[in-house]
């Protein structure tokens, strides 16, 4: 490379044979080692080929030349050697792995707007591999589990299991919070009350049910404005006869506002629709020590009060210890078999005030559950037509439980 006997083209210039032996000619503006050559009148002095190469000295470190390839084109030479400096990039801005015809070497800039710019129908989604989709799609499917025990006389027992699965929408921009979709389906297990033949007498079937859709969406207006919106609509019953009373709407509304990063005010509204309740205001205040990475929360809010620490970090798993408050119960229409208003169909309540405490888990990969021991108290049934006496069954103790992935 540094030059040959031959025409050749190296770093130091071009070089060509000489008709005379021993005779060379330096590049302009530079001596040989072995001193200025002589010069020939009228004559131009040539390297002889029988003379030794000047040595070779390392190229000035200097800065390479850019790339020059076609945007949009992988290089021959690509991976870049240490010598060469790296193309200008296209940065990918997907959640999942790169589809195989995204080009690291193109041009930089924004690509051409689209509806959906993260490459697929679900917000951070590739939509080249359609089981990753599916799985953003699906957030999360699980059961919660209550046990409360109760058996005769001023006792009621109730077990109830709900299974449910959760979706993601776009909702208005992809860029936003998701629109969650969940459908559900509850069973509850009665033992109790115990039915007898005086026009007051209370009943309840063996098993009751509910079959919801719920939609949820928690839109943040401005950066200190949000929002935190869910409807409900369901048929509960025990499925012997279904009216329209059976059709109920439930939602809540609220609206948070950020004082600090460690505060937030939430104030709304939630709708129940049952007989002793239609609505309830809702709302309080919500702290957390660390807005980043909180461990410790307490919500002040009615009429779901809760505390939260996080225990000592496990490999794999967080694990929070919480105490919290709730109104619980709900709401059904069911086929009377005693009382004055038996072989009707009617609508009833069980309402209850629970203090629980408990740990809720989340693990990697989406796992997630609780365990938690709790009292419910100031209990009640409350039947619509009221020519039944309200029931009210002895305060309980009660285990619940649920995992969710």
Request: charge should be neutral; charged fraction near 15%; proline fraction near 11%.
């Amino acid at each position: 490379m540094y030059g040959s006997p031959a025409i050749s083209s190296g770093v130091y210039g071009s070089q060509v044979q000489s008709a005379t032996p021993g005779a060379t000619t330096p590049l302009p503006g530079q001596s040989g080692v072995y001193g200025a050559a002589p010069a020939t009148q009228g004559t131009e002095s040539l390297p002889s080929p029988w003379s030794v190469p000047p040595p070779a000295s390392p190229p000035s470190a200097t800065a390479p030349p850019a790339l020059t390839y076609p945007p949009g084109q992988v290089p021959s030479y690509a991976p870049a050697g240490p010598n060469v400096v790296p193309g200008p990039g296209a940065v990918y801005q997907g959640a999942a792995p790169p589809p195989s015809n995204w080009d690291p070497y193109a041009a930089p800039g924004t690509g051409p707007q689209s509806v959906f710019p993260q490459g697929g129908i679900f917000p951070g989604v590739g939509g080249q591999d359609f089981y990753n989709t599916m799985i953003k799609f699906r957030e999360s499917t699980g059961f919660r589990f209550t046990w409360i025990p109760g058996n005769g006389g001023s006792e009621l027992g109730v077990d109830d299991l709900e299974l449910y699965s959760t979706f993601a929408f776009p909702f208005l921009s992809t860029a936003g919070p998701p629109l969650r979709v969940t459908p559900g389906f509850t069973f509850h297990w009665w033992n109790g009350p115990i039915s007898s033949a005086l026009p007051q007498s209370q009943d309840m079937p063996a098993v009751t049910y509910d079959a919801y859709l719920d939609a949820a969406w928690n839109p943040q207006l401005t950066p200190v404005l949000g929002g935190d919106l869910s409807f409900r609509i369901g048929v509960y019953s025990d499925f012997k006869r279904v009216t329209a009373d059976s059709l109920r709407f439930q939602g809540a509304g609220y609206l948070t506002l950020n004082m600090t990063p460690n505060w937030k005010l939430k104030g709304g509204v939630v709708y129940l629709d049952r007989v002793r309740i239609k609505m309830l205001p809702a709302g309080g205040a919500i702290w957390v020590d660390n807005a980043s990475d909180p461990s410790m929360e307490i919500s002040i809010l009615f009429p779901n009060p809760r505390f939260a620490m996080r225990l000592p970090r496990s490999v794999g798993a967080d694990i929070w210890w919480y105490v919290r408050g709730d109104y619980g119960g709900d709401s059904w229409t069911i086929k009377r078999t005693s009382g004055v208003n038996a072989g009707a169909t009617e609508r009833v309540d069980y309402n209850d005030l629970r203090l629980a405490t408990g740990l809720d888990f989340y693990r990697m990969r989406g796992l997630r559950g609780y365990v938690e021991v709790g009292l419910a108290f100031s209990r009640e049934l409350v039947y619509e037509a009221g020519w039944t006496d309200k029931f009210k069954p002895n305060s309980a103790v009660f285990l619940g439980g649920g995992l969710a992935f």
